[in-house]
């Protein structure tokens, strides 16, 4: 609950308003992750470290992503990489906390 006038409590929800910036929130996290996809897939092309199994396999989930290196505008790069989220998120093996 707030205090608006006269020390008069209102218990309005403000749940709607709390969703809709967690949504604008979740697609601007959305964009800024795509971003580091493209950046970490152009480093790992360019400096070919080794990879683990879990990291090749990210790699080759990204194959879908132009592997070329020249400057150019990365935003359909981005564009694909939100789409390969999805899947990238599947291949997460999340630790269970003790």
Known sequence: SITLSRGIEDTASFASLAARKLRTAADRYELLVSC?????????????????????????????????????????DIEIGRRLLPALAAQVEFAEQP
């Not at 199994?53 to 992503?65: D, G, H, I, R, T």
């Not at 070329?68 to 359909?76: F, H, K, S, V």
């Open 36 to 76: 580091e996809l493209v950046a970490a897939l152009r480093a790992i092309r360019i400096s070919c470290p080794a990879l683990s199994a879990a990291q090749q396999a990210a790699v080759a989930a990204c194959e879908e992503l132009p592997t070329g290196l020249e400057d150019r505008d990365l935003t359909p």
